[in-house]
T-cell receptor, first 110, second 115 residues
């Protein structure tokens, strides 16, 4: 079964405490991406990766890092989280815009 | 820069009514792709359709239909004979010539179907 798996699904943390949201896909797609969803703002792209070791900034990359060492994994790193990074995060993979999304990770930064 | 506008923030209709969700886009590309995604109350995002800018034919899939008009930069989505299961947030999105998955999403339209 095609899957995009994100962990954790829910997280409450405090300002400045580094965290990583993992994303793994079993569809062998080259493309992976991270989005954040905020009320009234829709989905905004944070980072994307066209292939292993190839990453690029999306529309809202500030405060985030990513790495793509393996095809299946694309972790999102918040080195020093701040309250404005409280959001619902989605990882996605796919081809030609037909994206498969993970179930989302709801992050709260206090 | 690319932009997608979904002016309807929320729509409510009574079950079995038809409803149209509007999507207007801006792009400087002559070739591009347009998409619709559905986000039901459970939260996952589901791909519905992809159209490229060369294909202006309307598309119908069951109760769903899409009207692409390049002249007005619109890609509207109509649900015929709506059902409660259609209640969701619907996102329109745009990508560039390569369809390289750098999608620009609209802000979404929350559709509520009243039984």
């Amino acid at each position: 079964e095609a899957q995009v798996t994100q962990n954790p699904r829910y997280l409450i943390t405090v300002t400045g405490k580094k965290l990583t949201v993992t994303c793994s896909q079993n569809m062998n797609h080259e493309y992976m991406s991270w989005y954040r969803q905020d009320p009234g703002l829709g989905l905004r792209q944070i980072y994307y990766s066209m292939n292993v070791e190839v990453t690029d900034k999306g529309d809202v990359p500030e405060g985030y890092k990513v790495s793509r060492k393996e095809k299946r994994n694309f972790p999102l790193i918040l080195e020093s989280p701040s309250p404005n990074q409280t959001s619902l995060y989605f990882c996605a993979t796919g081809t030609l815009g037909e994206l498969f999304f993970g179930e989302g990770s709801r992050l709260t930064v206090l | 820069a690319q932009k997608v506008t979904q002016a309807q923030t929320e729509i409510s209709v009574v079950e079995k009514e038809d409803v149209t969700l509007d999507c207007v886009y801006e792009t400087r590309d002559t070739t591009y792709y347009l998409f619709w995604y559905k986000q039901p109350p459970s939260g996952e995002l589901v791909f519905l359709i992809r159209r490229n800018s060369f294909d202006e034919q309307n598309e119908i899939s069951g109760r769903y239909s899409w009207n692409f008009q390049k002249s007005t930069s619109s890609f509207n989505f109509t649900i015929t004979a709506s059902q409660v299961v259609d209640s969701a947030v619907y996102f329109c999105a745009l990508s560039d010539i390569f369809g390289n998955e750098k999608l620009t999403f609209g802000t979404g339209t929350r559709l509520t179907i009243i039984p």
